[in-house]
């Protein structure tokens, strides 16, 4: 049997070191927000296979020849482009494809979506909205399922103690998109939304069974066990399903990463560490935080 509360510290530690780490990415980077955010333009074409146009050549095009000045220019497989530009009226975007045919050759458009700035604000408010709903609904489940077990922790405690695992959670694949957005020019949009709430989806999930193996474990033994002793044995008994169900789960995202869609890649990106890190949280920062809650409320009671 594995000590986990006796090493919640290193545990802990870690995670702490990595919120901070984060924390401190956006502050200084920011997130930078996509066109769903913002407004513009989303394009995805193809141009022929047997060409060597590269992403440089196409970004050169559009502002010497062309004039746009904001645009992000990424590659897919198969001469596959991926471009954002600023709001585009379907005039301008017409015209920009008949230049990018006489330029390049034929030109296979996949999609072509242009949101407006007024649209955009909406998007981004709708998705904190949203967003914060979901924690609030989620802490209030917990503690509702968790009142018959107000001894020793009240059942309140669960909910907050989810919430900061559910921060923890979300914060760090936040820190690296802001490190990526920084050195990569990685923008988020409403998918990155949809992500983080995936992933605190799954994470709330596995945090729920182990909450529930202590609850099962405190009603049986009631009043004599120890409630550190009682949590420990309660994530053993946890362990082995919490690693076999995430491990499935990454292995599919892992294939999806390297074989998926080039359009993808982020939102799979997100879901992969928002897995691996909500599978650590729900094993050694939720139940570690709950015993060292109420280790403190011991000593302060005394």
Avoid: C
Avoid at 207 to 216: K, L, N, Q, S
Wanted: proline content about 3%.
């Amino acid at each position: 049997m594995i000590n986990i509360i006796g090493k919640r510290t290193i545990f802990l530690s870690v995670s702490g070191t990595l919120m901070i780490a984060s924390i401190a990415a956006i502050a200084i980077f920011g997130l930078k927000p996509g066109i769903d955010f913002t407004g513009g333009a989303l394009w995805q074409f193809k141009l022929p296979v047997n060409s060597t146009i590269d992403a440089r050549e196409v970004e050169g095009f559009f502002r010497n020849d062309l004039g746009v000045k904001e645009i992000i220019v990424q590659t897919g497989a198969e001469g596959m482009f991926l471009i954002h530009l600023p709001v585009t009226p379907e005039d301008a975007h017409q015209h920009y494809k008949t230049s990018l045919e006489q330029r390049f050759g034929s030109v296979d458009e996949n999609r072509f979506e242009s949101v407006g700035p007024t649209v955009g604000a909406q998007l981004k408010s709708r998705a904190v909205l949203a967003t914060l709903l979901v924690l609030v609904a989620i802490s209030l489940y917990i503690t509702l399922s968790f009142r018959k077990v107000s001894y020793p922790v009240k059942s309140w405690k669960y909910g907050v103690v989810t919430l900061v695992s559910l921060f923890h959670d979300v914060i760090i694949p936040m820190g690296m998109l802001a490190v990526l957005g920084y050195a990569k020019g990685v923008e988020i949009d409403t998918a990155f939304v949809v992500a983080l709430l995936v992933v605190v989806g799954f994470s709330v999930h596995d945090t729920i069974v182990v909450f529930d193996r202590i609850r099962e474990n405190l009603l049986i033994r009631r009043h004599t066990a120890v409630f550190e002793e009682t949590v420990n044995d309660s994530i053993n008994q946890t362990l082995v399903r919490s690693i076999n169900t995430s491990l499935t789960l990454v292995l599919v995202l892992v294939a999806m990463l390297i074989a998926g869609a080039p359009s993808l890649r982020l939102f799979v990106l997100v879901i992969l560490v928002g897995t691996v890190v909500g599978t650590y949280s729900s094993i050694f920062v939720a139940s570690p935080l709950l015993t060292l809650w109420h280790r403190f409320g011991k000593n302060k009671g005394r």
